[in-house]
T-cell receptor, first 113, second 114 residues
Framework: GNSVTQMEGPVTLSEEAFLTINCTYT??????LFWYVQYPGEGLQLLLK?????DKGSNKGFEATYRKETTSFHLEKGSVQVSDSAVYFC????????????FGAGTRLFVKA | DGGITQSPKYLFRKEGQNVTLSCEQN?????MYWYRQDPGQGLRLIYY???????QKGDIAEGYSVSREKKESFPLTVTSAQKNPTAFYLC?????????????FGSGTQLSVL
């Protein structure tokens, strides 16, 4: 079945450091890929998405590229801020799983001033 | 503003008690979902519904029940059969018909056992 694997946290960085959170997936066909972010005590909100191979999703300085050849969707940001501290979830939906979304375990990011 | 409202934010359950978590949306979405989140783990799907009066079990449905009598509402009941109910519960909704549709989440309910 479909699955998502992301790097374990926590990840601790200083402000203005470069961020990479690795995400790989297993799926038949061409799923849609997502990054969601969860701030303390809140629900998840969509950060970015990509729906086909080589697409790049981007939002608020974060980027991720849909790599079919390596089945990856790594999240990157060039310069993190304290306000980026949160839990980040990689996720996929379809095609064989229908519209249901499957989530990775989440990666907690701490950014120090 | 459109969105999803979950209540209560905190809930305590006594031994042998059933409790119901509320989820209401005004986004006009057909699909609604319940997820369970445990510390350090991803989200696990409990139940989902694509249309009124119809719902399907997710990956961890045992000990839970749902109803979908109205498009806007998808309450979750945690029954006494659920032996480990302490978790953060998230309700979500989406449009139906495309696999690239994002999920909209509520702010969650933290359930604890007394």
């Amino acid at each position: 079945g479909n699955s998502v694997t992301q790097m374990e946290g926590p990840v601790t960085l200083s402000e203005e450091a470069f961020l990479t959170i690795n995400c790989t997936y297993t799926a038949t066909g061409y799923p849609s890929l997502f990054w969601y972010v969860q701030y303390p005590g809140e629900g998840l909100q969509l950060l970015l998405k990509a729906t086909k191979a080589d697409d790049k999703g981007s939002n608020k300085g974060f980027e991720a590229t849909y790599r079919k050849e390596t089945t990856s969707f790594h999240l990157e940001k060039g310069s993190v801020q304290v306000s980026d501290s949160a839990v980040y979830f990689c996720a996929l939906s379809g095609p064989t799983g229908g519209f249901k979304t499957i989530f990775g375990a989440g990666t907690r990011l701490f950014v120090k001033a | 503003d459109g969105g999803i409202t979950q209540s209560p934010k905190y809930l305590f359950r006594k031994e042998g008690q059933n409790v119901t978590l509320s989820c209401e949306q005004n986004l006009n979405h057909d699909a609604m979902y319940w997820y369970r989140q445990d510390p350090g783990q991803g989200l696990r799907l409990i139940y989902y519904s694509q249309i009124v009066n119809d719902f399907q079990k997710g990956d961890i449905a045992e000990g839970y029940s749902v109803s979908r009598e109205k498009k806007e509402s998808f309450p979750l009941t945690v029954t006494s059969a659920q032996k480990n109910p302490t978790a953060f519960y998230l309700c979500a909704s989406s449009m139906v018909g495309a696999t690239n549709e994002k999920l909209f989440f509520g702010s969650g309910t933290q359930l604890s056992v007394l």
